[in-house]
Every structure is written in C-alpha cells, then in structure tokens.
C-alpha cells in the first residue's frame, strides 16, 4: 500500500478563496484523522471519523471548516472561506480498528493563505 | 489524557544510545504510553507503544516505571536520521488510537 496520501502537497490561496484539502487513507482502514500543525498551537486534531461517519468534530476551529467523508477511499477538508490565519500544515492519519496499534500519517498539505 | 512533560531539546552523539524521558504522573490504569516522531517537513511517525511492560521493536525499547509515572524511549544506536522531534503520548487507546494529544514534543538532534 502507498500510504495515506494527501493531496494537494502545497497550496497557496488568497483570503476569501475556498480551499479543499484531500486524503485517500490506507485500505482496510476504518478510521481517518484530519489534524493541524502551526508553530503556536503544534499539532491538534480537527475531526475524526470511523467507518466514514464523523465522530467527533471538536477541534474543528469555526464554521468556515467542514470536513466529509463520502466513501471509505476518500475525505475532504475545506475551509470557505479561506484567512491568513488558516495558513499551517494539515496532516491526515487512519488506522484500522485493531485495537492498541499506530496511526499511520500522510505526508501533509502545506496551505498558505495570503 | 493525562498530560506529559518531556524536556524541550537533548543532543546525542551518532552511534550512542538516546535516551528521551517522559513524565506522565497523572497517568490512568487503562491508558497506554505512545510515542512517535516527526522528522522535518513529514507526517508524524509511530515508534514503540505499551502499558506496563518494558517493550523493544527494531526502532526502539520502551521502558516503563513500575508505578508508570514515567517512562524513557531508548534509541539504541542514534544516526543523524533520527534527528527529529518526539512526542510521548498518553491515550486510553482501544479503537481510537489515532485520536491522540500532541505536546510540544523533545527535538532530538544527532551530531556527528
């Protein structure tokens, strides 16, 4: 398997644009992470689901976020519309449900809002 | 989760062993000891997990104080590879695992 991959690798937008971030998590997989990573805040989880159903969207900062998993292959992150502030790296995770394992990361999208 | 204190910077010496600590006192019977790592510009990479026992892979050994206070990740043979940042985080796994609290991590640097 290749991985959890990520899509796009950068992305630079200006404020006020919409902004989808993708992850295609590892087969078999019955749980996806979205988390953020900024110099001030380090990495903080935004939402997770299991067997494609949202299960806790607390870390979700503000409505302009929004997170969907259609299918077990495929989850979106989007934020509309887009701030500076929003600028970090946003990694997507999944782990199977075998109790006690790891969680396997991508390797990041890198968004700059200018 | 209970909360984790790790040191904020440690240097090593390529080929000798790393040592990181963790301090998790407030840590609950069911909750498990996970550490990963981040190296520069990637995802966060599991390492070692465990709950009481001492636990050894082919990247590291976990060892785990009797009263599970604390607990030190050891990096036997350190390259500058392992440069990198390390979370220690505690999490009452299950199914969940992935659901995990960052802290701000121990910045590992090797040196030649």
């Known amino acids: 398997d290749a991985g959890v991959i990520q899509s796009p690798r950068h992305e630079v937008t200006e404020m006020g644009q919409e902004v989808t971030l993708r992850c295609k998590p590892i087969s078999g997989h019955d749980y996806l992470f979205w988390y953020r990573q900024t110099m001030m805040r380090g990495l903080e989880l935004l939402i997770y689901f299991n067997n494609n159903v949202p299960i806790d969207d607390s870390g979700m900062p503000e409505d302009r976020f929004s997170a969907k998993m259609p299918n077990a292959s495929f989850s979106t992150l989007k934020i509309q519309p887009s701030e500076p502030r929003d600028s970090a790296v946003y990694f997507c995770?999944?782990?199977?449900?075998?109790?006690?394992?790891?969680?396997?990361f991508g390797q990041g999208t890198r968004l700059t809002v200018v | 989760d209970a909360k984790t204190t790790q040191p904020t910077s440690m240097d090593c010496a390529e080929g000798r062993a790393a040592n990181l600590p963790c301090n998790h006192s407030?840590?609950?019977?069911?909750?498990?000891v996970y550490w990963y790592r981040q190296i520069h510009s990637q995802g966060p990479q599991y390492i070692i997990h465990?709950?009481?026992n001492n636990e050894t892979n082919e990247m590291a050994s976990l060892i785990i104080t009797e009263d599970r206070k604390s607990s030190t990740l050891i990096l036997p043979h350190a390259t500058l590879r392992d440069t990198a940042v390390y979370y220690c985080i505690v999490t009452a796994g299950g199914t969940s695992y992935g659901k995990l609290t960052f802290g701000q991590g121990t910045i590992l640097t090797v040196h030649p």
């Open positions: 995770a999944s782990s199977p449900s075998t109790v006690n394992t790891e969680a396997f």
């Open positions: 465990g709950l009481k």
């Open positions: 407030t840590i609950s019977g069911n909750e498990y």
